[in-house]
């Protein structure tokens, strides 16, 4: 045992120390993966082996925010502070308090502050899957490890270069995810107001992310379909109202605002007003002991004139409906729609009839104004972080480049990039609508890109539970249209140019050889057949030469709309195989195609959607709740109080999406969740012994003994035999040389025969 835990220490110890110089990614990734059996060149018998830079590995596969914290030590000293990791000392020796014996309290202390943590890293850079799985359940803080550990053997498995070594990380990174989702229901099912703090939990080993943050990293949308993870949602969406609100009385309150003090809006009741406080996202001061609480909505998602108002908590019920409607993301959700429609029917009217060579009408230029406001609003977001930043709540000192990982966030994005595609093309349609002489050319541009502004509608309606799961099925549909189109190239322009070469082979004009070349196959796959132009037997008899009164063989020279009358049977043949390979074939296979993915993602379509309704509660919970073009003003306020803060050197305003526990509070939560560890683990080695496979186990293996053990008996069966054999042989020879000795001259006359042998009793 105690070679055990020496060999425990030196693993940690080597994990914990750095090397004093940096070395390349690609080495780094090659010792990471050395010990799960990736080919790496051999050092050098001169070179010094040198340990791994851990905390480099770490922030190269996991990025900056999610990356735990392994600093440089340049003093050597072992017990160096791990930065924010002295919060997590507390919750883990609660966790190893009750669990761990004297021996390992011991080597806790001696090795450091989270040895199982550290020994839990090194199992998933090596890949060894029955010890990276023996650590997490020893360590502590499960959901969060679970979830991390998924993100970080799936980044491992995509820069993997062999494919069974990449199969087994995904392997491992499933099988960590589900523990992820069935620790957290195990949570859930116990304490709904615990397990949503768990969720919202800055994680101090994983770059202060929280879980919902890591599962959005690895990609766990099973994780954001429990429902634990959705009534979270769900609540935050709704704000302060009842979620059971009609949406009716949600629309005629958002235009009719004094219907926020009647009753046709639900708001909380104080006892779930008080689980709300407890679970709300901005109450980092009131969990830290540093006084009251903010308000419930920032000031940048109020409306103007609610920022001087004060908070919930202070003002009487009645008075606080306002900001608590105007501050809940359903709201900015709806404001937004609503603001997004006006802007499409504004632009169409731009379009359709003030869109003149004229300077600009008062419509034309609020429609400016209106995008400039879009504008700055993307701005924001890309600039500032976004939703989907994890470093909303402070910048980690010392971090290099945060604008650069920010703005890789925002452009992640699909409907992101979407909207600065729409943009773009908006500013380049405005710039050539301004220069003379490119009007006709702006207005092209323009006229397109309100496409691409319509086609932003879709974000809108992913929102719903019904269009939701329908746009991501179309989403993969489009993958399937994109290979359909590849094959329908190649088979058009086979077709096109064969048949234009053989009807028209004196023809010169460029363009009209392109159009029907491309043009004609494509519109004949719909149908639209023009046989008069194709069969002769179906022509017209017009002159197409320079000499009047000849028609296809001309003496004279000849136009370019001749056709050659020289083999048009090939080209009737060519259209019927084309329409038979185009129009049966090729359809058919995008049919099947369609109807393959349908099938696939249908029953997966539901946890695409879950995973992105995480993600629009967050970009509408961090919006302003003015929407464009009043959302300037709402930019302008955040400006001005960044500026102040700036100068006046002020703390971040906390992120919305995560809770900073105090120490002692934090110490309570982790160790209720290694509780819940230990019941979900009893729990799961019961269920597998009850299950079939380990009850047809345990008969096989009692059916093999029994099997043994006839085996012995019919061994020591054998083996009676055979001595039964030998006593009646020896009981022979006995009775023969009795009958000898009793005829023998040795025995003198007289004496009496031998006793006889007693005979069974009856």
């Known amino acids: 045992m105690s070679c055990?835990?020496?060999?425990?220490?030196?693993?940690?110890?080597?994990?914990?120390?750095?090397?004093?110089?940096?070395?390349?990614?690609?080495?780094?990734?090659?010792?990471?993966?050395?010990?799960?059996?990736?080919?790496?060149p051999a050092l050098k018998p001169s070179a010094e082996p040198r340990p791994p830079n851990v905390g480099q590995v770490l922030l190269m596969l996991l990025g900056e925010m999610c990356a735990p914290r392994y600093h440089i030590w340049a003093t050597g000293d072992p017990h160096h502070d791990h930065g924010c990791r002295e919060s997590h000392r507390g919750g883990e020796s609660a966790h190893l308090l009750s669990v761990r014996a004297t021996s390992e309290l011991m080597l806790d202390a001696v090795l450091g502050q989270t040895p199982w943590s550290d020994l839990f890293i090194w199992a998933l850079l090596l890949n060894r899957a029955q010890m990276a799985l023996y650590f997490w359940e020893i360590g502590s803080n499960a959901v969060a490890s679970a979830l991390g550990a998924c993100l970080l053997l799936r980044v491992l498995a995509r820069l993997e270069s062999e494919a069974e070594e990449a199969a087994r990380r995904k392997d491992l990174a499933a099988k960590f995810e589900g523990l992820g989702v069935d620790l957290f229901g195990e949570c859930y099912r116990n304490s709904e107001n615990r397990a949503a703090r768990l969720l919202l939990r800055?994680?101090?080993?994983?770059?202060?992310?929280?879980?919902?943050?890591?599962?959005?990293?690895?990609?766990?949308?099973?994780?954001?379909?429990?429902d634990g993870v959705q009534s979270l949602l769900t609540q935050k969406w709704w704000g302060e109202m009842d979620s059971t609100t009609p949406i009716w009385a949600l629309v005629l309150?958002?235009?009719?605002?004094?219907?926020?003090?009647?009753?046709?809006?639900?708001?909380?009741?104080?006892?779930?007003?008080?689980?709300?406080?407890?679970?709300?996202?901005?109450?980092?001061?009131?969990?830290?002991?540093?006084?009251?609480?903010?308000?419930?909505?920032?000031?940048?998602?109020?409306?103007?004139?609610?920022?001087?108002?004060?908070?919930?908590?202070?003002?009487?019920?009645?008075?606080?409906?306002?900001?608590?409607f105007w501050g809940a993301p359903v709201t900015a959700f709806m404001g937004n729609v609503v603001s997004y429609l006006l802007f499409l029917l504004l632009f169409a009217r731009v379009l359709l009839i003030d869109f003149q060579p004229t300077p600009p009408g008062a419509l034309e230029l609020l429609l400016y104004f209106w995008a400039f406001t879009l504008l700055c609003e993307e701005l924001r977001q890309g600039l500032g972080g976004?939703?989907?930043?994890?470093?909303?709540?402070?910048?980690?000192?010392?971090?290099?480049?945060?604008?650069?990982?920010?703005?890789?966030?925002?452009?992640?994005?699909?409907?992101?990039?979407?909207?600065?595609?729409?943009?773009?093309?908006?500013?380049?349609?405005?710039?050539?609508?301004?220069i003379p002489g490119l009007y006709e050319l702006g207005r092209t541009v323009l006229c397109l890109d309100f496409m691409v502004f319509t086609l932003r509608l879709l974000h809108i309606f992913t929102v719903n539970k019904q269009l939701g799961p329908k746009i991501v099925i179309?989403?993969?549909?489009?993958?399937?249209?994109?290979?359909?189109?590849?094959?329908?190239?190649?088979?058009?322009?086979?077709?096109?140019?064969?048949?234009?070469?053989?009807?028209?082979?004196?023809?010169?004009?460029?363009?009209?050889?392109?159009?029907?070349?491309?043009?004609?196959?494509?519109?004949?796959?719909?149908?639209?057949?023009?046989?008069?132009?194709?069969?002769?037997?179906?022509m017209e008899h017009v002159n197409c030469s320079s000499e009047l009164g000849f028609w296809a063989r001309p003496s004279g020279p000849q136009a370019g709309s001749c056709v050659s009358l020289y083999a048009n049977?090939?080209?009737?043949?060519?259209?019927?195989?084309?329409?038979?390979?185009?129009?049966?074939?090729?359809?058919?296979?995008?049919?099947?195609?369609?109807?393959?993915?349908?099938?696939?993602?249908?029953?997966?379509?539901?946890?695409?959607?879950?995973?992105?309704?995480?993600?629009?509660?967050?970009?509408?919970?961090?919006?302003?709740?003015l929407a464009p073009p009043l959302i300037i003003i709402s930019h302008v306020r955040l400006l001005i109080?960044?500026?102040?803060?700036?100068?006046?050197?002020?703390?971040?305003?906390?992120?919305?999406?995560?809770?900073?526990l105090p120490k002692e509070t934090e110490r309570e939560l982790l160790t209720w969740e290694s509780v819940q560890k230990e019941n979900f683990l009893l729990a799961r080695a019961r269920d597998k012994r009850e299950s079939d496979s380990e009850r047809l186990k345990r008969t096989s293996q009692k059916v093999d003994t029994?099997?043994?053990?006839?085996?012995?008996?019919?061994?020591?069966?054998?083996?009676?035999?055979?001595?039964?054999l030998e006593v009646q042989h020896c009981s022979r020879v006995l009775g023969w040389v009795a009958e000898a000795l009793s005829h023998s001259a040795l025995l003198p006359p007289g004496t009496p025969p031998p006793p006889i042998p007693p005979g069974p009793k009856d």
Not at 15 to 39: E, I, P
Not at 398 to 417: A, E, F, K, V
Not at 574 to 597: C, D, E, Q, R
């Open 253 to 324: 309150t958002f235009f009719c605002p004094p219907l926020i003090y009647t009753n046709l809006i639900t708001f909380r009741k104080s006892d779930e007003e008080s689980t709300q406080k407890d679970l709300a996202f901005d109450m980092d001061r009131g969990l830290n002991g540093e006084g009251p609480a903010r308000p419930a909505n920032p000031p940048e998602k109020m409306p103007l004139g609610v920022m001087s108002q004060p908070s919930s908590r202070r003002c009487s019920p009645h008075l606080s409906r306002w900001p608590q």
């Open 569 to 625: 049977w090939l080209v009737v043949l060519l259209l019927v195989i084309f329409l038979l390979v185009a129009n049966i074939l090729l359809v058919n296979l995008l049919i099947a195609m369609f109807s393959y993915t349908f099938g696939k993602v249908q029953g997966n379509s539901d946890l695409y959607w879950k995973a992105q309704r995480y993600s629009l509660i967050r970009e509408f919970h961090s919006r302003p709740a």
């Open 202 to 226: 800055r994680c101090p080993f994983w770059g202060d992310a929280t879980c919902l943050q890591l599962a959005m990293q690895a990609d766990a949308r099973a994780f954001f379909a429990q």
């Open 474 to 538: 179309v989403n993969k549909m489009m993958k399937d249209v994109f290979f359909f189109l590849f094959f329908l190239g190649v088979w058009l322009v086979a077709y096109g140019v064969a048949t234009e070469g053989l009807l028209r082979p004196q023809d010169q004009d460029l363009p009209k050889i392109l159009r029907r070349v491309f043009y004609r196959p494509y519109l004949q796959i719909f149908g639209q057949i023009p046989q008069e132009d194709m069969d002769v037997a179906l």
């Open 4 to 40: 055990v835990w020496l060999w425990l220490g030196t693993a940690w110890t080597l994990l914990r120390v750095n090397s004093s110089g940096v070395t390349s990614n690609g080495g780094l990734l090659d010792q990471a993966s050395y010990g799960a059996g990736t080919k790496t």
């Open 641 to 660: 109080r960044r500026l102040s803060k700036h100068r006046a050197r002020l703390p971040s305003s906390p992120d919305n999406f995560r809770v900073h």
């Open 706 to 724: 029994a099997l043994k053990q006839l085996r012995q008996i019919r061994e020591y069966e054998q083996r009676l035999k055979g001595l039964e």
């Open 386 to 434: 976004g939703w989907g930043s994890l470093a909303t709540g402070g910048r980690r000192p010392g971090s290099s480049q945060p604008l650069r990982h920010r703005l890789h966030l925002y452009l992640t994005d699909t409907w992101n990039q979407c909207d600065l595609v729409a943009l773009t093309f908006f500013l380049l349609g405005v710039g050539c609508r301004l």
